[in-house]
């Protein structure tokens, strides 16, 4: 059954990326499918040790090396970066429609990537953090002529950054004396495969030092940690909400356990010292990174292009599409401007009360509060890209818990907003049946601790 999963599997990452558009949802959902099922067989077969999942996982990915990606257009501006950088023009000082529409064209290939990254991204400033830009940096110096020498270029780096995830995914797994195969639920997930090194999404590389990071905080060593987490927010901010979680991994006690503020800083001198240490670590890399392109207009600009994400984009959501329908049925009108900032703080108090008062003082428990966090700042966003999902499906290998994986398997059902090229819109039972799912999988498991087709290895 082994190696039938695996010639199956090799099939569709072949025929998917050449033959499938995004835009042919139901082939595309059962070639999905079809590795979804080929990769746990996969996972639990004895025979298979962790060296064969690692060469089986990385086969998949060198089967993705030459193609373009086809679900996502995100590239074009990874590219479009890439090659202002290497011409010394800043990035986040102009957006590519400035640049065409006054018939500028500042490096090569200009006309083809701004068609290719489509109205929506090129009226924007970059969002993408130099972390990043480095990544669209390097491809750019080997592929300043042509877009599939770039690609190839940035794909190699995500491999890479996955190869290291399962590494250091290990070495983790064995301080949390947790079964060393659970990696493979990232490393072999077809979502993974697909969506970050077939999409080119850079988050592989933000799991990979986080991965590094948290395995260096589990053996205490703040400062490496710090840095390491600081390189993973300036790849995406993402990881930067997960920052309150940690406070009671460094405290003995909670906050509420003292009558006073004094008396709590006295007791926890030497920790509070330590989780300021690993957050002023954390920030100041991130200024470090940001230093080279600092000036007011980078600070405004980045500013608005991040702030588009809480009041006008919307893909995706759960509870956000309930309280717009709410606020349909009150005003009349979308009501994103306001729910869109109301849900994100409600979800960033859960995640300040986590860490203040949950008891996080040893690693399970840390992690686990680190999926929980990261997962009710997911539910409470309006838009979910199906990449966000890397974080927390990377965070539950550390735990018992895997309806993220579920999750990142019935994720594909987003993709029927692209079923029409010409109509970008969602179909909003698709979202729901997504939901039902991923909450019928997460109820389940609390109630009854594991999944049984993840009770073996």
């Known amino acids: 059954m082994g190696f039938l999963a695996i010639v199956l599997s090799t099939l569709s990452y072949i025929i998917l990326p050449r033959f499938v558009p995004r835009s042919e949802f139901y082939i595309l959902i059962g070639l999905w499918l079809c590795t979804f099922v080929c990769s746990l067989v996969i996972i639990h077969n004895k025979k298979y040790s962790l060296s064969h999942l690692l060469l089986i996982g990385i086969f998949f990915r060198i089967l993705l090396i030459d193609v373009l990606p086809w679900m996502s257009q995100d590239y074009f501006r990874f590219i479009w970066d890439g090659r202002l950088l290497i011409k010394g023009i800043n990035p986040y000082l102009s957006t590519p429609l400035q640049h065409i529409s006054s018939n500028n064209f500042p490096i090569n290939q200009a006309q083809v990537l701004y068609e290719g990254m489509g109205t929506l991204n090129a009226k924007h400033y970059t969002n ?105 927010v300036n790849v995406k901010l993402l990881p930067f909400i997960l920052i309150p979680v940690f406070a009671r991994f460094f405290l003995s006690k909670p906050l509420n356990s003292f009558h006073s503020l004094s008396k709590f800083i006295k007791s926890e001198k030497k920790n509070v010292i330590n989780y300021t240490v690993f957050i002023l670590i954390t920030i100041g890399i991130n200024v470090l990174f940001f230093a080279p392109f600092i000036n007011a207009k980078l600070i405004e600009n980045y500013t608005n292009s991040v702030g588009l994400w809480f009041s006008s984009f919307e893909f995706n959501a759960s509870l956000y599409y309930i309280a717009r329908w709410i606020g349909y049925q009150i005003t009349g009108w979308n009501v994103i401007a306001i729910t869109g900032k109301l849900l994100p703080a409600f979800a960033i108090l859960i995640i300040l009360c986590v860490g203040l008062f949950r008891k996080n003082e040893n690693p399970q428990k840390l992690l686990t509060s680190l999926l929980f966090s990261f997962f009710a700042y997911l539910v409470c966003s309006t838009t979910i890209h199906p990449w966000y999902l890397a974080i927390p499906l990377v965070l539950s290998c550390f735990t018992h818990y895997r309806f993220l994986w579920i999750w990142s398997c019935v994720v594909v059902l987003s993709y029927h907003t692209y079923q029409n090229p010409e109509q970008w819109k969602e179909n909003l039972w698709w979202v729901a049946l997504e939901y039902v799912i991923v909450s019928l999988a997460l109820t389940y498991e609390l109630f009854s601790k594991k999944v049984s087709i993840f009770r073996k290895y």
């Open 128 to 232: 993408y953090p130099p972390m990043s830009q480095l990544g669209y940096f390097i491809a750019a110096v080997f592929g300043q002529n042509s877009i599939i020498t770039s690609v190839v270029v940035m794909r190699v780096i995500l491999i890479l950054s996955d190869t290291g995830t399962f590494f250091f995914g290990v070495k983790l797994l064995k301080e949390l004396k947790l079964p060393k195969k659970n990696i493979a639920y990232y490393f072999l997930n077809p979502f993974i495969i697909i969506e970050l090194i077939g999409n080119l999404h850079f988050e592989a590389l933000m799991v990979f030092f986080l991965v590094i990071s948290l395995y260096y905080l589990i053996r205490k060593k703040w400062a490496i940690a710090g840095i390491l987490l600081g390189i993973s």
